[in-house]
């Protein structure tokens, strides 16, 4: 099987690229762990809280995605500059990510995730959230599952805009022969 250039570049810009550049833009933010917050020390507790809130915004924005169709979430969440990062398409920047969304045609499908984590920048204005989504064709009655990874920036009037999303479809499925050929584990 020939790999393209490009399909490896795109692989490895997922799975090494993108997790040392979110370490690397919060590693300056870590404050501990939520047992020393726990402990008393207000500035990680407001750090806690801050997380909480932006895990508490994705989940508001999964539940609008399920009760309202992916469209109408996403154009209300979605940075105007954001950037959408999709299997087999260059990244969508911007305009063209906003009309990618516009165009996507949701009444056939359910969609909705659940963050497992995310962390914020210690100045509170830049955050990520990451975790698992699932996704329910109405008609075939099937279900997919992916993990997902969503930057967040907090805008002049407080609200939480989308800058980021990327996700990985096949959860559990070993359909890609680009991640069967490589041992995550060693």
């Known amino acids: 099987m020939k790999t393209s250039i490009k399909t490896i570049f795109l692989f490895w810009l997922r799975v090494a690229i993108l997790p040392v550049v979110g370490i690397s833009l919060f590693s300056c933010s ?21 997380i909480d809130d932006l895990k508490n915004i994705n ?15 996403y154009l209300e969440y ?15 920047e911007g305009a063209g990510a906003l009309d990618f969304l516009s165009q996507f045609d949701d009444s056939r499908v ?5 963050p497992i984590n995310g962390d914020i920048s210690s100045s509170e204005d830049i955050g990520y959230t990451y975790g698992i989504y699932t996704v329910i064709n109405k008609k075939e009655k099937d279900t997919t599952q992916g993990t997902y990874l969503m930057v967040w920036k907090k805008q002049k009037n407080g609200d939480w805009k989308l800058v980021m999303e990327s ?20």
């Open 167 to 186: 996700g990985n479809s096949g959860l559990g499925d070993k359909t890609n022969p680009l991640e069967n050929e490589i041992d995550f584990a060693k």
């Open 78 to 92: 979605f940075d105007d500059n954001g950037v959408i990062l999709r299997p087999h398409h260059n990244p969508l």
């Open 59 to 73: 989940r508001e924005f999964s539940a609008w995605c399920r009760d309202s169709g992916m469209k109408k979430a």
């Open 110 to 114: 359910q969609i909705s995730w659940e």
């Open 30 to 50: 870590y404050t501990g762990t939520k047992e020393h917050a726990e402990s008393g020390s207000n500035e990680i507790e407001k750090n806690w809280k801050a």
